[in-house]
């Protein structure tokens, strides 16, 4: 009987496979019901006592060495049967993360939107300009502070060239290349030396919009605004007028909305005056239209821009302008269902 045991012992570390299939039929030849080692643990009742002791031992070595041959070969066989590279593929494939659209794209997206609705193209042009579109064609001044250092980044001086403060110098050249009707807005980056906080940024994001045509009055512009409010920040939104001034306008406005925090009764986002200043607006001067060579008792036109950061901030109640250019992934995961 020890020669069996023997025997047993040397085709169990003999034994190779590289088939799941085989490994389980040499498990079930050796440990099954009517297996080997199963049957030598019956035999094991009539060996004499003498002979029990070296009987079992044996008995006990082979039946672990059949134990640690299946664990053996099922671990290497479980990588290999697997695949060519050692993956499962019978696993459940791992979910690709799906990105979100950062709020300034959100937002913007919106603003397009809402304006392509009423008619508008849109216009990009970049972002290294001269003088000429963004400060001399809009009608400022020579000595006019925008102009200062402090405000703009220059690039070279004489000729200047800078990076440009607002997108109106879009629409400028819009005006310079196209007839009217023109009704087109233009978003992008902007740039101006600011110190940079809370509540402002050395670059942020415009939509500036422009409409020039016959008999183009105010009250288009008031309409116009006041259907972009009700759809970007709710129906029930209401819009104010206050005058103000601009070089490139005339009359100038800034236009309020109803706080979007407390509709208009009162509190902390709106320091409690019930208004949020969300734009600056006006007529076109007709000293603009002349400088791209638009006759200006012919045609007339509004225009207007808006921050798009500050929309975004308002809209989403963001308390830190900061926030939309760290691109912390924990911060950009919250608008992932943000409308
Ligand atoms: N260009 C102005 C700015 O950057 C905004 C504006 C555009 C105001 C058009 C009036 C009309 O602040």
């Known amino acids: 009987m020890l020669n069996k045991i023997k025997k047993l012992q040397s085709e169990v570390e003999d034994f190779r ?6 490994l389980d039929q040499f498990r079930i030849k050796m ?12 035999e094991f009742k009539q060996v004499p006592a003498e002979l029990k002791r070296d009987f079992g031992q044996a008995i006990n070595v082979l039946k672990n060495s059949v134990q640690d041959k299946i664990k053996t070969l099922f671990s290497e066989l479980k990588t290999v049967d697997s695949g060519p590279s050692g993956q499962d593929l019978t696993a459940p494939g791992e979910p690709s993360p799906l990105g979100t659209r950062h709020p ?38 020579p000595e006019h502070p925008a102009r200062d250092m402090q405000d703009t980044f220059f690039i070279n001086q004489d000729p200047d060239i800078l990076l440009r403060t607002h997108t109106s110098s879009v629409q400028v050249r819009v005006m310079e290349n196209e007839k009217p009707p023109i009704r087109t807005i233009s978003p992008g980056r902007v740039f101006r030396n600011e110190a940079i906080s809370a509540r402002s940024h050395c670059i942020f994001h415009q939509v500036e919009g422009l409409y020039i045509d016959k008999n183009v009055s105010f009250a288009d512009l008031k309409q116009t605004l006041q259907f972009f409010a009700k759809e970007i920040f709710g129906p029930s939104t209401d819009i104010r007028l206050r005058p103000s001034y601009f070089p490139f306008t005339e009359p100038s406005a800034e236009m309020d909305i109803s706080c979007s925090l407390c509709n208009g009764k009162g509190c902390n986002l709106c320091k409690y005056t019930g208004w949020l200043e969300i734009l600056g607006c006006g007529m076109v001067d007709p000293n603009v239209l002349e400088s791209v060579g638009i006759d200006s008792h012919e045609y007339t036109g509004f225009a207007f821009g808006m921050g798009i950061e500050r929309i975004a901030l308002l809209k989403y109640n963001i308390k830190d302008i900061r926030l939309l250019f760290e691109n912390d992934v924990r911060f950009l995961e919250q608008f992932q269902n943000a409308q």
């Open 17 to 22: 496979t590289n088939n799941l299939e085989e």
């Open 31 to 42: 440990l099954g019901k009517k297996g080997e080692v199963t049957l030598l643990f019956g």
């Open 104 to 141: 300034i794209s959100l937002v913007r997206n919106q603003i397009i939107d809402i304006f392509k609705r009423l008619g508008f193209n849109v216009s990009i042009g970049p972002e290294i300009e001269d003088d000429w579109h963004v400060f001399s064609a809009l009608n400022f001044p």
